[in-house]
């Protein structure tokens, strides 16, 4: 059975995003191993230098590092990452199953991003769009998308 974490900096409070998400893990309960980390974001001052940015940045990628597990199939999300569709998405699922990752774990940084380096290390580098969204409506599209590719592979009409 596929394993898929999603490794979270900062808490979700918004009680209309945390609905959203826990329908999607709801449904991703018998499907797959499914689970969300959230971890501490840094803090930083209110108007953060670059360098302020980049060791809280640091920081948070050293106790991501300590949560991916172990053999884990690591996708970052960031900006600039390659855009998949959903089709796309379900084959890296099947891909990464016939391969025998049967753990995918998806890095999800603070507003700030991710770590250049953990980026690197990352096999794949996720971007959901060129547009911006709200941090946490973000989670929720990809919970989503994680249930689409899922449902794609299972030859369902949920994917039309």
């Known amino acids: 059975m596929l394993s898929i974490t999603l490794l979270c900096v900062g808490k979700m409070r918004e009680k209309h995003y945390i609905a959203a998400f826990e329908e999607y893990a709801k449904r991703l309960a018998p499907l797959c191993r499914f689970e969300q980390l ?16 980049a060791a809280g940045l640091k920081k948070e990628s050293e106790e991501l590092r300590r949560h991916i597990p172990s053999g884990a199939y690591v996708v970052a999300m960031c900006i600039e990452g390659q855009q998949k569709s959903s089709a796309e998405l379900a084959a890296l699922f099947e891909s990464c199953a016939n391969t025998g990752k049967s753990r995918i774990c998806f890095v999800v940084g603070s507003s700030y991003g991710l770590d250049e380096e953990l980026k690197r290390e990352a096999q794949l580098r996720l971007s959901m769009s060129k547009m911006t969204f709200p941090h946490h409506l973000a989670r929720v599209m990809l919970a989503e998308q994680i249930y689409r590719g899922i449902m794609i592979n299972e030859g369902s009409r949920y994917h039309k």
């Open 38 to 53: 959230e971890l501490a974001e840094q803090r930083l001052p209110q108007n953060p230098s670059q360098a302020e940015i």
